[in-house]
């Protein structure tokens, strides 16, 4: 079994950054993929980013140039860097792990202000 983490959300102005980290635990295939997903009220739950166990990655369309993911092996720990945000981009951020199997955090609130 899998456990994800998620921390950093929050309130912040539209213009501005906000990190997201996911620590994952438990039995964790070396070969897998992490990512963020968002959902907001009456939409389905959608990709923002993943990135492979070989660092991969791969960017929804509307925050390419804008988020950056990353990860750290040792730690387990994936991030999502997001940056020149926008009231759009509100929404609850799940992480993502998918091995054999496939697993979800808790999400955590990002509310951009406009």
């Known amino acids: 079994q899998v456990q994800l983490v998620e921390s950093g959300g929050g309130l912040v102005q539209a213009g501005g950054s906000l990190r997201l980290s996911c620590v994952a635990s438990?039995?964790?295939?070396?070969?897998?993929?992490m990512g963020w997903y968002r959902q907001t009220p009456g939409k389905q739950r959608e990709l923002v980013a993943t990135?492979?166990?070989?660092?991969?990655?791969n960017y929804a369309d509307s925050v390419k140039g804008r988020f950056t993911i990353s990860r750290a092996h040792i730690k387990n720990t994936a991030y999502l860097q997001m940056n020149s945000l926008k009231p759009e981009d509100t929404g609850v951020y799940y992480c993502?792990?998918?091995?054999?199997?496939?697993?979800w955090g808790q999400g955590t609130q990002v509310t951009v202000s406009s």
């Open positions: 993502n792990l998918r091995d054999a199997s496939n697993y």
């Open positions: 438990g039995r964790i295939s070396s070969f897998n993929i």
């Open positions: 990135i492979s166990s070989g660092d991969t990655t």
